[in-house]
Every structure is written in structure tokens, then in C-alpha cells.
């Protein structure tokens, strides 16, 4: 469709503060790819460098180039108490130079102590993270107000806050981080993927959609799927969808993706947002035992639950299979008691 160069220009025009380590590696899942019957690759975004990694380091590039570009001194984010995006905004907020305030969403029913204070919460304190708390945990415009709230006490203050608001009626910025991360995989291969299905979480739906905008931008059709962590697939693909058409016009390049392109998936026995299901929980502890990797229960370890399920079901588009690891480990120190099955003696 466009040229590397193309896309490229279209990206410059926007601020970036580069931080990512890239490329980050392509290494093949042998062990637990065979048990499974699959040809299992894993693209190690949990290795992009700042605070643990995650793939939230190539999205913030991009908010940290913007608030830098209009003076910012002050950044402001709100997610989930254990959120990923949070701590990286933190330790990004710092490398800049920028004051950090975050808030803290209640998303997760009956939490323990260590949820509340170890893991990424534990992380946002070292940065020396302003926190505020958000009683509610499923309104994305309700947190962004109270986000607006607080800058407004900043502003009075002679502060300069910028805002990275995560609700859908946001630009997506942070998507912009993954065109580049699906240029990067293209080039890794010299433009020609061999996968038959890139499976990715999909939440927020800026990593999704900047893989999948990225790819089809350069004329790759290799499926994405994205395993959702929060919503219902088809609530999940309606927003997938608005946020592709958002991107064509922030970046001004003309590219419609069509809606069969948008592939998400839910499987009915996950619980809500950073509850954790027992097929995921599996998941971690087979991928952990099998490989040596770690994964997450909020995103990554619910990710390959559904790559497994899909599986299972006939449903992935063929055997050769890439996961987009995108970090998210320090959540699991907030999960201790879920793991806790050690033999006493």
C-alpha cells in the first residue's frame, strides 16, 4: 500500500522521545510450541528497556515527545491499581525530566493488601509517583475528567501538565508507537512474515491497531487477532475499528481497513479486567515450566490461554503462530497468593 519511506514521513511529523531498545527479539517457543501441535514465535516487547519493558515504552514515546514539545513539566495518567501503563509513564515521566501524578483506577473486586501495595504499585512509589485514587473503574471519560480536575489544580499552581487520557475520543498517539513496531517485524524478515496469525492483547487497542495498521499499511495481510482483556469481542471490535479510522486521519495516510480485518477474541470462561481465570493461570504456569518465560495475568498470560482455546477450537488461521509479548511481569508480585502452591514442610 505505502512505502517504508512513506510511512516513515507520515510518523515524522509527530514528537518522539526515544527510549525503546529495538528491535526487540524473534525467539522460537520450541518446547511449549510442540506439547501445543504449533509453530510458536515470540516477540520479545517485554524486552524494551525502561522499568520492566512492555510495550506501553514504544506508546509513550510518543506522549513524552508531545508533552516535551509543549513544555510540559508535569505528567498526568490514570489506569488500574497494578497498571503497566502507569509505571512506565512514571519511570518515562523521570527520564525526562517531568513531574509524575497517577490514578489509580479501582477495576479489580476484592483486592488484598499485596495488590495494593507490591508489583507495579510498589514500582510507582520508587519513581516517586503523586498518586490519587478513582473509586470508579469502568468509565474511560470519567477517569479522563478527573484527570482534567487534577491539571486544573496544577495549572493553578503555575504547574504545566500534560494529559495522557486513555478514553476512545482520545488521538491515539501511543498507536503510532506500534506502526513502528510492525515496520520493525516487517523488516526482520526482509517484508515477507512467515506466520499464518499474530495474536497480541487487546485492551485499550492502541498496541492492536498500530500492529495492524502498520502491517496493512505496507501491503502485509497476515492476520492479527487480538485477545481481549477487558470487553466483549464484538464491543472490542467496534472500538478496534474507530481507532483505525483515527489513525488514518492523525497520520494523514489514506488506508481504510476493512472490518473483516478486525479479529478479536473473548473466550467465555475469562473473568473481568485483572481477574485471573483458571485456563490463564494454566497458561502462566505451562509457559513459565515449558520455556522459562514469564507472563502476566492481566494481559500476556490471558493471551495464551486464548492462543491455546483458539487452538483447541480449529480457530487460529494455521500452526505458524507469533506472540506479541508485551510485558507486563511486575503485576505478577501483585498475583503471589493465586501462585502461592508451594509445599510446606
Known amino acids: 500500500m505505502f512505502s517504508p519511506e512513506i510511512v516513515e514521513r507520515a ?7 526515544r527510549a525503546t531498545h529495538a528491535p526487540t527479539a524473534l525467539e522460537p517457543l520450541p518446547r511449549l510450541g510442540a506439547s501445543l501441535g504449533l509453530d510458536l514465535t515470540v516477540k520479545r516487547d517485554d ?4 522499568a520492566f519493558g512492555g510495550n506501553k515504552v514504544r506508546q509513550l514515546e510518543f506522549y513524552i515527545g508531545a508533552a516535551e514539545a509543549r513544555g510540559a513539566d508535569t505528567i498526568l495518567i490514570t489506569g488500574a491499581v497494578q497498571s503497566n501503563f502507569v509505571r512506565t509513564a512514571a519511570a518515562m515521566a523521570r527520564r525526562a525530566g517531568m513531574d509524575i501524578h497517577v490514578q489509580l483506577e479501582e477495576r479489580v473486586p476484592d483486592i488484598d493488601d499485596t495488590h495494593r501495595r507490591n508489583g507495579n504499585v510498589l514500582l510507582d512509589h520508587l519513581f516517586g509517583a503523586t498518586i490519587h485514587s478513582f473509586p470508579v473503574g469502568e468509565d474511560e471519560d470519567a477517569a479522563d475528567a478527573s484527570l482534567e480536575g487534577i491539571a486544573e489544580t496544577l495549572r493553578a499552581e503555575g504547574r504545566t501538565p500534560y494529559i495522557i487520557g486513555l478514553a476512545a475520543s482520545t488521538p491515539p498517539l501511543g498507536a503510532l508507537g506500534y506502526v513502528i513496531g510492525a515496520m520493525e517485524l516487517v523488516a526482520q524478515h526482509d517484508g515477507d512474515l512467515p506466520y499464518d496469525e499474530i495474536v497480541v492483547a487487546s485492551g485499550s487497542a492502541q498496541t492492536h491497531c498500530g500492529i495492524l495498521f502498520g502491517l496493512r499499511a505496507l501491503g502485509v495481510q497476515t492476520p492479527v487477532r487480538g485477545i481481549c482483556v477487558r470487553r466483549a469481542a464484538d464491543i472490542q471490535q467496534a472500538r478496534v475499528a474507530k481507532r483505525l479510522r483515527d489513525m488514518a486521519a492523525l497520520t494523514g495516510l489514506d488506508l481504510t481497513i476493512p472490518d473483516s480485518d478486525v479479529r478479536c477474541f473473548h473466550d467465555e470462561r475469562e473473568k473481568g479486567y485483572g481477574q485471573m ?10 509457559t513459565a515450566r515449558e ?16 492462543t491455546i482455546t483458539l487452538h483447541e477450537r480449529g480457530e487460529l488461521a494455521g500452526p505458524r503462530i507469533l506472540y ?10 501483585a ?8 509445599p510446606t514442610g
Not at 11 to 17: S, V
Not at 277 to 286: C, G, V
Not at 324 to 333: S, Y
Not at 335 to 342: C, E, I, W
Open 47 to 50: 524486552c524494551t528497556g525502561v
Open 291 to 306: 520455556e522459562g518465560l514469564l507472563l502476566d495475568p492481566v494481559y500476556t498470560g490471558k493471551v495464551m490461554a486464548g
Open 335 to 342: 498475583y503471589a497468593q493465586a501462585f502461592d502452591d508451594r
Open 277 to 286: 481465570s483458571a485456563a490463564t493461570h494454566d497458561a502462566i504456569l505451562r
Open 324 to 333: 506479541w509479548h508485551t510485558g507486563g511481569q511486575p503485576a505478577l508480585f
Open 11 to 17: 510518523l515524522a511529523r509527530f514528537p518522539r522521545h
